[in-house]
């Protein structure tokens, strides 16, 4: 043991970045968090499991990180009717997730806030789907939910809700706008209309068959959710990854990148008014995946990552299809982001609009893609380089405006840097195996993955059982913390800018929900 930059003894921990295990009290939990703010540290994660079976109670785990890395509380509760302290006062972002740590656990905090988040009379409020006992029934009358949504009065006051059924394709979500004319006063979110009790199908699975589990969390973060499930596994199992599976990782996660950035930049166009970018960019995503599925037997580059490496290997001729496409597309990115930058109508629209200052990024854990326009330089591939990327040199690219513009700026950036990346990885790739066997039990162990997906760190938390099953997996997507964020971009801004604002952030339901 030794002690953390929190002042808590702390034990290593297995993971792809430095990270630490600190078992903490009531008192010390709310201390170390203060603490890790005064530092400049943030919340990742907040979650707990029911540890009552192996006659520890119930177990609060509370992962935070800074500059020197990871650093994970680990909080027991006798029994669910303990309480453990609101964080929320220091990390805005843990309120929500501390509703979910209710609602799925039955653990209750001290704060204030205590609306359901994640239930939607989907089952009986005092019954738990994460706790050891529970048994879904097919007898269960739950009764109608109300929501008590906070609600502005005065004069001119109206309120328009949206959703939760979208036009087209978009995920279910609720919004709440309450407006004076067209100017928005305040937004509130309600989600979990997609709560598909993921994290209880987990549970007995093995170890080596979770992956497809975790690359379903959301599909268009599929190779991210996927890695990250791998890096907690082959913690678990201490198992070292051939050097040309990590490559071939890199580089499915940074075409996954690519393609998303590619829909996000013509979507933009689109809400902009700007119908051509939607045409432009659709054609060169539809290419990106096209190429996916002829290189990898996939389009979204599902299955893929598997513990112990990738389940395919790449072709020589894959190999230079996919340069030529890189290079090809580098060119496109070229010309169409000169039409942007010089379209006033369209950048009439971007600036200025849902702005996002970094004094408030900070203070509401805002990371990520969305960050990084708001000037806070935080990217996983440069700060905590896992192999391959430690010999890339990863550009993180950033912004200072917090508004629409940067966000598209930082997503054409990120775009270039990614083919710089592809081409550099395909011109290195490594000769050798692509993937090892899975080992069949290794045992009951806590491993951690963490990964700098498109949007954000991803992170899976990872608890083995008895002969390498899952005894309890928790997937952390960004969308947690930059969701309330887009409740304050959108203050002072008018109704037909929300979609559009929406739209820059681009976050994830599914991957919120679970």
């Not at 707990?48 to 890395?69: I, K, Q, T, Y």
């Not at 669910?80 to 929500?96: E, H, K, Q």
């Not at 290997?313 to 000169?338: G, I, K, P």
Request: charged share 25%; net charge negative.
């Amino acid at each position: 043991m030794n002690v953390s930059p929190l002042g808590i003894a702390a034990a290593s921990l297995p993971a792809p970045v430095p990270a630490q295990r600190c078992p903490v009290g009531s008192g010390q939990l709310l201390a170390a968090c203060r603490l890790a703010w005064e530092q400049g540290g943030q919340l990742v994660a907040l979650w707990a499991s029911d540890e009552s079976h192996r006659g520890r109670g119930f177990l609060l785990r509370v992962l935070l990180a800074d500059d020197d890395g990871l650093s994970l509380l680990e909080h027991t509760l006798p029994d669910g009717d303990a309480r453990y302290p609101d964080l929320s006062s220091i990390f805005p972002a843990a309120n929500r997730m501390q509703r979910a740590v209710f609602d799925l656990v039955g653990l209750q905090s001290d704060a204030e806030d205590q609306r359901p988040w994640l239930w939607q009379a989907g089952w009986p409020i005092d019954r738990f789907p994460l706790r050891r006992g529970f048994e879904a029934s097919p007898k269960w009358e739950p009764g109608e939910e109300e929501y008590p949504f906070v609600r502005v009065t005065g004069d001119g006051v109206h309120e328009i809700p949206v959703g939760p059924v979208h036009a087209g394709i978009i995920e279910p979500g609720h919004f709440r706008l309450q407006v004076v004319g067209e100017k928005i006063l305040r937004l509130e979110e309600r989600l979990g209309y997609v709560h598909k009790g993921i994290e209880k199908r987990f549970e007995g699975f093995h170890l080596s068959e979770g992956h497809r589990l975790a690359g379903r969390v959301s599909g268009d973060s599929t190779v991210a959710y996927a890695w990250a499930y791998a890096q907690a596994a082959e913690s678990i199992a201490q198992l070292e990854v051939p050097a040309r599976a990590l490559a071939l990782r890199a580089l499915c996660l940074e075409r996954e990148r690519i393609a998303n950035h590619l829909g996000d930049l013509g979507y933009l166009g689109n809400d902009g008014g700007f119908a051509f970018g939607l045409s432009q960019f659709s054609r060169l995503k539809e290419d990106v995946l096209r190429a996916n599925a002829g290189a990898f037997g996939h389009r979204l580059l599902m299955d893929v990552v598997v513990p112990g490496g990738v389940a395919v290997d790449l072709s020589a001729e894959a190999a230079s299809a996919l340069r030529r496409q890189a290079e090809d597309l580098a060119r496109e990115l070229r010309t169409l982001r000169s039409i942007y930058d010089e379209h006033a109508g369209l950048q009439d629209r971007f600036r200025t609009c849902g702005q996002v200052s970094r004094e408030l990024a900070v203070k509401l854990g805002l990371t990520g893609l969305a960050a990084r326009a708001s000037g806070v330089p935080k990217d996983l591939r440069c700060s905590f380089p896992v192999p391959p990327y430690a010999e890339l040199g990863v550009r993180a690219a950033c912004r200072e405006a917090g508004d629409v513009a940067a966000r598209v700026a930082v997503r054409f950036d990120e775009l270039v840097e990614s083919l710089r990346l592809t081409r550099a990885l395909l011109d290195a790739l490594p000769a050798g195996e692509v993937a090892l066997l899975y080992p069949g039990s290794p045992g009951e162990r806590f491993g951690l993955g963490i990964v700098e997906g498109w949007r954000g760190p991803i992170v899976v938390a990872l608890d083995s059982g008895p002969r390498g099953s899952v005894r309890r997996c928790h997937p952390h997507d960004p969308s947690w913390q930059n969701w309330p964020v887009l409740e304050h971009a959108v203050i002072g801004n008018i109704v037909p800018d929300f979609p559009l604002i929406n739209k820059s952030f681009n976050l994830s339901y599914s991957g919120h929900d679970l």
